[in-house]
């Protein structure tokens, strides 16, 4: 057994046995055994087990609590109130307004930024990990301490950061995420600004696995700059950029951390997202927790979420791999 | 992945060669008008950076040390009556923030290491031995990456304090952050592409010199995994330090909370120089953190873009 050291020595045949691999011709236990039955299930083991206990399990029980009353106690089945309930509920379609809201505005600000930036970033030719490291990092702030502070910033006061740095330039104190109005663009500004970063440093990979030559022959060719960028950078990118924009959008349908620390869904519900209203259904709730509605309200989420994606897989299949 | 390595290998030739070929060739950089342009977009570019990106922490480092009073009347303002040190010793004894970061640390390391055993043996099972139902396990891991698992949370938190099996309730145990942690079916597929690439000549050579499964595990693919290791566990690490929800949901006793459970909980209650400066505290070891592996953050962050790709 001197495998460890070196493994790789060319040990010719005699070869005592054919690979146990193809050895499989009779299925008794036995057989199992002597083929390595037992190590691989040894090997498995923790995969299933956790597996089977946080995610399979638990995928199967959503569905059947979204069609159950619960209190951790009795159960009884109810067929589909619980939906008709979210459904009815006056608060699920502010909610669903809201989260469009969210990744609506989140596409508008925060899809161009990375794009632009990275495009620039990457004909840096001088000190390019100092431009890397300082966009990233925003995201490795831990996303409580990110909102928490940026809840100082958007003081309504005349005292609070942004309004001082406003008032330089003459602009009138706001009333940021205090108001209706300005509640969700104040949430997605943060948001953007926390997660920017990751999705700059993919498009730099992406921008250095386009080929030099393209370039050189649009330049033989007489295109400029911005034909370059038009004609060449971005049709190069066009898989790494469909996959982060609906990577984003699935993401922002499931913002919960900046509505749940900054506003708590308010003012007026102008910041109620899904995923708070499940978290209120399931826990927020002083009367009893509605595990039913929560289950049923997810399971719709998940529903919608995986047929965007098919669509937008449908939709943009020829434009990916042409 | 040839295309980061590519990058990395770029910026490590850096300026020094001539022949780096980009969307500006280096024949229109010797141009004015491209050298001043794009030479003034990319400092501006810069200084942008510096003001997001820096900005903030600086701001929060310069108000965790100075007194609340300044903060709330003047918040731009650098030191206008002195600094105030006594906002760091408060985080430390009044909010005790030691205690939590503590408790992040613990929370962090279970979650790694259960994430580690689970994808490493996994994939090792799923690539190396092959087993025939591995396709059915590939299929069943990869359907869970359609489910986000914030919408498991009401099944997993039912699940938690009333477990089938063992009646015991797991809420105020690490057990209930640390096990839901391991089923990241990301981890176990990009764990198992790294293994697939493996030179199987190698295994084939280790089987015949008597290596069963398990010393081909230790003493071969594992050594041969170190980055895809160091990747899987800089987003473990991180991805543990971020988390909220979870652990505001299965540990309520605030002894155990890690320090993003119980920041927001202090919030309204704490001295507000006190309380940014225990936000300094909490953001520092992340921080250190990326500066000291900030090669492989950068590298794993484009990797798992590629990945997804």
Redesign the interface.
Known sequence: MTAGAEPIQPALPPRPQTPPARARIRRSPISWIRDGGLSRLAFLLPLLLIFAAFSWYPIVRLVLISFQHTNEITTTWVGFQNFSEVLNDPLFPIAVKNTLEFAGLALLFGYPIPLVAAVLMSEVRKRRGLYAALAYLPVVIPPVVAVLLWKTFYDGGPGGVFNTILGWVGIAPQSWIQSTSQAMPSLVLESTWANAGGTIIIYLAALTSVSPELYEAASVDGAGLWKKIWHVTLPQMRTVLLVTMILQIIGTAQVFLEPYLFTSGGPDNATLTVLLLIYNYAFGNSLGAAYGQAAALSLMLVGFLAAFSLIYLRATRSWSDE | M???Q??QG??RR??MTES??????SAD?KRPS?RWG?GG??TA??VL??I???G??L??AK?AVTPTQDT?????AIFPHGADWSNISGAWNEVDIGLYIWNTVVIAFGSWL?QI??AT??A???SV???KWGRV?TA??LT?L???S??????????V??PPVIHHSFINSYWAVW??A??S?FN?IIMKRFFDNLPR??F??????????????V??VLPMSKPILGVVSIFAV?AS??D??WPL?VLSDPSKQP???R??TI?GQTD?GVF?AA?LI??LV??V???IF?RS??RG??????L??
């Open positions: 040839s295309a980061i590519d990058w770029r910026r850096g300026a780096q070929q980009g969307l500006v060739q950089w491209v794009l977009t990319q570019l810069l950076l510096v997001v990106g820096l903030p922490i701001w929060l108000a709330l009347s003047n918040p731009m259960c055993v689970v043996t996994g090792f099972a799923l031995l092959a087993p396990i069943a891991l869970t359609f489910v986000p914030v919408v498991l949370l009401v099944p997993l938190y039912l699940e304090v009333h096990l839901p391991g089923a079916a176990v000549e190698i084939e050579a280790a089987r015949i010199d008597g290596a069963g499964p398990f010393r081909l595990f003493s071969i991180l330090w971020k909220f929800l949901l320090v993003s459970v920041l927001p919030a507000l940014l936000m909490a953001c992340p921080i953190g990326f500066l900030q953050f950068l962050t484009g990797l798992s873009g590629a997804k790709g």
